[in-house]
């Protein structure tokens, strides 16, 4: 196990244009999940190869321990990383595949089964240590390779978006398993994914990165309730956060509309309008008059059967404006075309800048966007 910190690292592949990875500063605790997570292009899997010395460094630096890993081999980082592809040799089979790495290291015969048989025990590997790859599924793959990096015995684990090529029932029993295995083992991992369920599910700790900058690193929890901008209140969240440019008089912002009082410190930074953000839960149906409910043209209805999530626009209003998003019961049933009345719930909220985008909601439980630990240097 091992703390991680990276300090201002850049990445750059070309001078002329803006560096892949820009100046992330970012702490990780010894024996912590964390996951990096964000769109394709972000710089989210470039970081974790930097850190597993796959690719340079053009500025900053990275430690693990409280060692600079500045001119060090990635052989030499003891840090194991699992690809997206499951990079097996064919022609092994998955005893062999696991323990090909101890092989190299000269880890003598009886040890290097030892370490097989534990890694085969705690990923039910057992009956499949025989077989060769081509003759199992993509989940059993996975697990090879994972056994793999686990019969490493390493400080970190790298895995760069391994449930990628799984179906999706195969992701969701495979994520709880690593979690499980993280848990038990107790090695710090950093974990890339573009799949922000994932993130929400598996990290004890979730960093959102934008075209190579980090935007906010935080507890899942605090990802959702407390977005610092509205990159991240869109980025995080199923269905996604409705976002509404609302002008504000008087202390009041007008969404749609709605009169929604905001709060006196919001207000006095609010320079003539706000983004207002939304989750689907914080629309609620309502008989109340329009100053208070919004009328939705129902445009769109997907019923996931303990739920149902409608997506619909003010009525009368042009194709340009966004849709809004209502999370409901299984015991109201709304059809395409039809017209529904929603309220929002004032203290759910989310208020932005206008121009910046920045939260202008404070949160005083707010944690630091980086956890200090004892790897820095």
């Known amino acids: 196990m091992a703390t991680v910190y990276f300090d201002e690292a850049t990445r750059r592949f070309s001078a002329s244009e803006r560096p892949a990875v820009d100046a992330v500063t970012l702490d990780i605790a010894d024996g912590e999940f964390l996951v990096l997570v964000g769109p394709s292009g972000c710089g989210k899997s470039t970081t974790l190869r930097m850190l597993a010395g796959l690719e340079p460094i053009d500025g900053g630096r990275i430690l693990i321990d409280g060692h600079d890993q500045k001119g060090v081999r990635p052989r030499d980082r003891d840090v194991a990383m699992v690809f997206q592809s499951y990079a097996l040799y064919p022609n092994m089979t998955a005893a062999e595949n696991m323990a090909f790495a101890l092989d190299n290291a000269k880890v003598s015969k009886a040890e290097t089964r030892a370490r097989v048989a534990e890694a085969a025990k705690i990923l039910q590997l057992e009956e499949l240590l025989g077989r060769k790859p081509g003759s199992m599924s993509g989940g059993q793959r996975q697990r090879v390779a994972m056994g793999r990096a686990i019969v490493r015995q390493p400080k970190v684990f790298c895995m760069d978006e391994p449930l990628s090529n799984l179906d999706a029932k195969l992701r969701v029993s495979t994520r709880s398993q690593i979690a499980g295995l993280q848990r038990r083992l107790g090695i710090t991992t950093v974990y890339v994914t573009h799949d922000q369920v994932e993130a929400m599910t598996m990290g004890h700790r979730v960093a959102v990165l934008r075209d190579g900058t980090l935007q906010q690193v935080d507890t899942p929890e605090r990802l959702y309730d407390e977005p610092i901008n509205t990159f991240v209140a869109s980025f995080i969240g199923s269905p996604a956060i409705t976002l509404v440019k609302a002008p504000v008089r008087e202390g009041v912002a007008a969404v749609h509309g709605v009169q929604v009082p905001l709060d006196r410190s919001v207000a006095a930074r609010a320079q003539g309008s706000v983004i207002m953000g939304f989750r689907p839960e914080a629309w609620h149906l309502a008989d109340s008059s329009p100053a208070e409910s919004l009328a939705l043209s129902v445009e769109l209805v997907e019923s996931l059967g303990s739920e149902s999530f409608v997506y619909g626009r003010p009525v009368d209003a042009g194709p340009d404006v966004e849709r809004v998003t209502v999370r409901l019961d299984k015991r109201t049933h709304l059809t395409v075309g039809d017209v529904v009345r929603v309220r929002p719930s004032y203290a759910d909220a989310h ?21 200090p630990s004892q790897g820095r240097a």
């Open 351 to 371: 208020v932005f800048d206008a121009q910046t985008g920045e939260t202008l909601r404070a949160h005083p439980g707010r944690s630091s966007t980086t956890t």
